[in-house]
């Protein structure tokens, strides 16, 4: 006779099933009852804006029976070896600036995370240092300052240490120049 039951077992465990009649009774061999629960991601990789040369972590916080395996990728395609709950990218460059993101998979199925966006800040660097010259009183000069670095440059031209107005262009020209600083007859202009 076949007898079944309709109550919901809640409790991951060993059972086994006891017969007995008149005559005596054995035990079934113990049977294991488990329970899986697809991932769920409980915190998402969170954007990350570091300079150059530094080092980051991504990871997500999660839930879900067995543990998850990992696969992280970035702009949507895998990562070489990269199947652990974090990712850690060190020595960063421009290279590395893009959306990272993580697939968890268990034996009760797949999620994924949201990305999370890496931002690579480059201090400037001047590429082209501009280059000092002597020129004749009512001549004009030009300099050029030519930089790298991310985000947008911005230039802002000195003389003695004091900032020129409105020489914010990475050329700086100066028309009829003068002996003395405080003849300001001199005409500077910003490309």
């Not at 060190?90 to 290279?95: F, G, L, Q, V």
């Not at 990475?170 to 002996?179: F, P």
Request: net charge positive.
């Amino acid at each position: 006779m076949l007898f079944r039951s309709t109550a919901v077992l809640a409790t991951v465990g060993s059972y086994t099933c006891l017969v007995t009649n008149k005559f005596g009774n054995i035990t079934s061999a113990p049977i294991k009852v488990g329970l899986s629960s697809k991932p769920v991601i409980t915190k998402q990789p969170a954007n990350i804006t570091a300079v150059s040369g530094s080092s980051v972590t991504f990871f997500v916080n999660y839930t879900g029976t067995p543990k998850p395996v990992f696969q992280w990728c970035k702009d949507n395609v895998p990562i070489n070896n990269e199947t652990n709950s974090s990712l850690t990218l060190i020595n960063i460059s421009i290279n590395d600036e893009g959306k990272y993101s993580v697939l968890l998979k268990n034996m009760a199925g797949v999620t994924a995370s949201a990305d999370g966006t890496l931002t690579v800040l480059i201090p400037p660097t001047i590429t082209i240092q501009p280059i000092s010259q002597i020129i004749n009183v009512g001549e004009s000069v030009t300099f050029t300052c030519e930089a790298s670095g991310y985000p947008a440059l911005n230039f802002q031209w000195r003389k003695n240490g004091v900032d020129l107005n409105r020489q914010t262009s990475n050329i700086l020209i100066i028309n009829n120049a003068t002996l003395r600083s405080e003849e300001h007859t001199s005409e500077l202009q910003s490309r």
